[in-house]
């Protein structure tokens, strides 16, 4: 076995092992619930079990993270399997620095499953170790990648508990506006969770049954004297194509419940050849996430924050509060070096300039002020409890969008990273 055989084998262990943590943290919590002899004992231990379990899983991907980089020859953050692996790997490095300060195991419920999340969504992506590209061939990708995904890391944290209080504070029997208002948007926000995990069931699932289909779609560009260039680009699709590049032609077609074409055509202002595929995983996304959540009211026979909500019971929300913002106080100066000033050293070295408005640094930007924000409307305007728990939820979305949506969906100079 050769170090990246051994590298890929300490990923999967790492992702089996915060898959049994967070049964374990669940046992650990939902012990008042059954254990009635000594509710407390019954905490004590299964709360040792599940930090153990995820500790061991955090060192199996640092041992992962390693041997990859010793295996592969450079830092792995350059594609997006890579850095959403490290960003997993970091999200239960931050977890484990703030459970070790709060001591609170309930934490483990939603923090555990993020890194679980991304891990996953990490694996939709080409795995093969593969070479630099002139860009990212600088000491900087170390420094740079390492230290912003750190701060988003707790960012993370910083959404699990904001989620947490939520879950716990908001009344799910009450009939009042607000009430019914903020029971709405819980809902919402997990049903945003379930599309992450519908999108990563439809993938592995047409990946698994070897579906594919493939179009030859024309590109027209136009230079900067307004001349119009075309070429033929091939795009393949591992997802039941109801969406076809604009301006395409079909080369093969699997069909697919009696599908045998296409439902529509990409609209031509989504430009690219990747735009009308993309534009189909987004909708079987939609549609995966839909049918889980379906299911799983089917199921508890009841929105999913009510169904969730007993288990917040007497946990401290101030607590949670709390939690919340000492991750993000935490991750925000660590962001700030690496997403703003180690980025803009780099793209100096790199482009010769400090600020050039791609949509990556944009993004990034946005993300640093919204948590600006964040922090001053906590600490100067006394944004706390509620407010302050919806800030670090939606705060944490647009990283997501930051990190997925602008690589995977807007062009630029960071496109690489998608890969």
């Known amino acids: 076995m050769n170090l990246l055989d051994f590298s890929s084998n ?27 002899a000594d509710p407390a004992r019954h905490l004590k231990r299964w709360r040792v079990i599940a930090f153990a379990t995820s500790t061991i899983g955090t060192l199996s991907q640092i041992v992962y993270f390693f041997t990859r980089w010793i295996g592969g020859g450079h830092i792995p953050t350059s594609n997006m399997y890579e850095f959403m692996s490290f960003l997993a790997m970091m999200i239960m490095v931050a977890f484990t620095v703030v459970y070790l300060i709060y001591k609170t195991p309930v934490l483990g419920v939603f923090a555990v499953p993020v890194a679980i999340l991304i891990m996953a969504y990490a694996s939709v992506f080409p795995q093969e170790v593969q070479p630099l590209v002139p860009a990212l061939d600088s000491y900087w990708l170390k420094i740079h990648v390492t230290t912003a995904a750190t701060g988003e890391a707790f960012f993370a944290v910083g959404f699990a508990a904001g989620v947490m209080y939520l879950l716990r504070t908001i009344d799910f029997k009450s009939k009042e506006k607000s009430a019914v208002r903020a029971q709405r948007w819980v809902e919402v926000t997990l049903l945003s969770v379930l599309i992450i995990v519908g999108f990563i069931a439809s993938v592995f699932t047409f990946r698994a049954m070897g579906y594919e289909s493939d179009f030859k779609q024309t590109i027209v560009t136009v230079d900067s004297q307004q001349q119009e260039h075309s070429k033929i680009e091939e795009v393949k ?115 010769s300039r400090f600020w050039g408005w791609d949509p990556k640094e944009v993004w990034a930007l946005i993300t640093w002020l919204y948590y600006s924000a964040y922090l001053h409307l906590r600490l100067s305007r006394g944004w706390t409890g509620t407010k302050s728990s919806w800030l670090a939820v939606i705060g944490f979305l647009v990283v997501m969008f930051t990190l997925v949506g602008v690589n995977l969906v807007i062009a630029g100079l960071h496109s690489y990273a998608g890969v």
């Open 237 to 351: 699709y591992t997802l039941p194509p109801l969406v076809a590049p604009h301006q395409s032609e079909t080369v093969k077609f699997q069909s697919f419940l009696g599908m045998d074409k296409p439902l529509f055509e990409a609209p031509s202002w989504l430009n690219g050849a990747n735009a009308g595929r993309k534009l189909n995983t987004v909708i079987w996304s939609v549609i995966s996430g839909l049918l889980l959540y379906g299911i799983i009211r089917l199921i508890v026979r009841k929105p999913l924050g009510a169904a969730i909500h007993p288990v917040m019971e007497g946990i401290d929300p101030e607590d949670l509060d709390e939690i919340s913002y000492r991750a993000i106080a935490i991750g925000f100066p660590i962001f700030t070096l690496g997403a703003l000033i180690f980025a803009m050293i780099w793209a100096h070295i790199a482009w």
């Open 10 to 36: 300490a990923f999967l262990a790492a992702f089996f092992l915060y898959c049994f943590a967070f049964l374990f943290y669940i046992i650990a919590i939902s012990g008042k619930m059954w254990s009635k």
